[in-house]
């Protein structure tokens, strides 16, 4: 009964609308309080603080940066109108581009609401100045910017591993096909959709053009064959890939695009703070109460409890699937991270499932949570943008979301697709 009467603590407190840290804190103080248990409330700090001094975390704050500073420096213009080159063409026109410029941009930034924030703002002007309807705007951007945390750099799976230990770049190397099957599912949904409502497509650039669109964005394009070539040769870490973007993306920004200048750094940084402050308060939050599951035995019970549903990895595997979809519903997708990898840890292991694998299926999950009401950080973030309601914007959003969902299917019962990568270049 105790573990049902924490998570039930849990989800009431959300539901009641506190923030996802102070309802871990005060689900797992009161659970000690309640078992006459207040001397282990000592560990608190110490938890907290162990929580967020992995050297793998530092990332995060400099992913951000490096995101706010592509948004502020002129990068994300460029970015979007080499993708507009390359796919504008193809039926559904400008939503073709959004997609692919979203890919291209997370490459860079690693986070889904930094694309639909900053490239967000450029895709949806281009979008709304050309006549398209501003609800399939919105929903394209909201949709694209899902393959950010996906394909790599991805601050979600530095989390992952920072909780787990796995190989941050093995999971940077998993993300990288269904990362590609997710862009592909969204043009196909774009061009279903434009098709039957006979959206535009836009003139087909020359060679010409794109070669001198390529030019333009050349250097922003180098940012992910920085960092990806960086880490891979060993040149640096994930952590320092992260600095590395940082200082590649303010050099762009200051001396060569010249579109910021010394003033624009102060808000950027404050943002950047900001950003990070609520990201290591739910990781601290979590940390404390992670400890309180294992030290009352969660996982083990939750093993024994699935394991009698079936011991088959398949079913259990679609069963913890639903289970997150559910989570990702009323929890944004860094607190469903820090809550359930250390639940479904013991499960995934016991049953022998690749944990590169389940952490591609983790990261897919949330970014399917990211696009439902009533916490999806995308929908609002996007809403606030277009002025699209969040009722109209969550209908219109179904063909995106059903193709993310097939490429989830897909990466959960087909294991290659996000393990191949990482076996071929680094063996396993």
Not at 171 to 183: N, S, W
Not at 358 to 373: A, D, K, N, R
Request: aromatic letters at 10%; glycine letters at 10%.
């Amino acid at each position: 009964m105790l573990p049902l009467a924490i998570i039930f603590g849990l989800v009431l407190l959300i539901f009641l609308g506190l923030p996802i840290a102070i309802s871990l804190g005060f689900t797992a103080v009161t659970t000690y309080l309640a078992l006459d248990m207040a001397f282990l409330l000592q560990m608190l700090p110490q938890r907290m603080y162990a929580a967020t001094t992995s050297f793998t975390l530092l990332a995060i704050p400099f992913f951000i940066l490096a995101g706010s500073l592509m948004n502020t420096g002129g990068i994300t213009e460029r970015i979007f109108r080499f993708a507009g080159a390359l796919v504008g063409h193809i039926r559904g026109g400008l939503g073709q581009v959004n997609i692919v410029a979203s890919l291209i941009f997370s490459g860079m930034s690693g986070s889904a609401v930094a694309d639909a924030a900053g490239l967000g703002q450029v895709e949806l002007k281009a979008m709304n100045d050309k006549g398209y309807d501003p609800v399939f705007s919105a929903a394209v951007t909201a949709a694209s910017s899902t393959i950010g945390p996906v394909f790599p750099p991805s601050i979600p799976f530095v989390i992952y591993s920072s909780i787990t230990g796995v190989s941050v770049i093995q999971l940077f190397l998993a993300g990288v096909l269904p990362g590609l099957l997710m862009a592909l599912m969204l043009m196909v949904a774009v061009y279903v959709v434009s098709v039957v409502r006979k959206y535009p497509k836009e003139p087909r650039a020359s060679l010409k053009e794109i070669l001198i669109s390529a030019k333009e964005s050349i250097l922003p394009l180098l940012t992910p064959v920085i960092i990806i070539a960086g880490i891979m040769g060993g040149g640096f870490t994930p952590t320092e890939a992260g600095a590395i973007a940082c200082v590649y993306a303010a050099f762009l920004g200051l001396f060569v695009y010249k579109e910021i200048v010394i003033a624009d750094l102060i808000p950027i940084l404050w943002e950047t703070l900001r950003h990070t402050l609520r990201v290591m308060f739910v990781i601290a939050a979590a940390g404390f109460f992670g400890w309180l599951l294992i030290q009352q035995n969660v996982p083990d019970k939750l093993v024994e409890l699935l394991l009698t549903i079936s011991d088959d990895k398949y079913i259990t595997l679609g069963i913890i699937v639903a289970i997150l979809l559910v989570l990702g519903m009323f929890l944004e997708g860094i607190a469903i991270i820090v809550i359930a990898v250390p639940l479904f840890m013991p499960v995934v292991t016991s049953l022998e499932i690749d944990m590169v694998q389940f952490g591609v299926i983790m990261i897919m999950t949330s970014m399917l949570g990211l696009l439902t009401p009533p916490v999806g950080m995308v929908l609002f973030a996007v809403s606030s943008a277009s002025g699209v309601s969040i009722g109209v914007l969550s209908k219109e959003l179904w063909p995106y979301f059903i193709g993310i969902f097939v490429v989830l299917m897909m990466v959960t019962y087909i294991p290659s697709i996000s393990t191949f990568l990482p076996n071929m270049m680094m063996g396993g």
